[in-house]
């Protein structure tokens, strides 16, 4: 039997606090987040949901879904790592 170690790799990880919203869903409202950080953001690694809620309108009728979520993303050390 032949076993191969391999090293493990240090990585560091920045974390972002984010608020999606959407007027249909809860899994819309992250979504929504996600993708938009994605655009501008490289190396996302994790969405993790902290908080749910819903905006109401003057009616009392449910106006958005919103999700806040911490994303977490790859630490670049002057953009070169």
């Given at each position: 039997?032949?076993?191969?170690?391999?090293?493990?790799?240090?990585?560091?990880?920045?974390?972002?606090?984010?608020?999606?919203?959407?007027?249909?869903?809860?899994?819309?409202?992250?979504?929504?987040?996600?993708?938009?950080?994605?655009?501008?953001?490289?190396?996302?690694?994790?969405a993790?949901?902290?908080?749910?809620?819903?905006?109401?309108?003057?009616?009392?009728?449910?106006?958005?879904?919103?999700?806040?979520?911490?994303?977490?993303f790859?630490?670049?050390?002057?953009?070169?790592?």
């Amino acid at each position: 039997m032949h076993i191969t170690w391999k090293r493990r790799q240090k990585s560091i990880y920045t974390v972002i606090e984010l608020v999606g919203s959407s007027p249909t869903s809860w899994e819309d409202a992250v979504r929504n987040a996600v993708d938009t950080a994605s655009e501008s953001v490289r190396d996302l690694r994790i969405a993790e949901v902290k908080e749910l809620d819903v905006r109401l309108d003057d009616k009392g009728k449910i106006a958005a879904y919103r999700a806040k979520i911490n994303l977490s993303f790859k630490y670049e050390k002057d953009g070169l790592d």
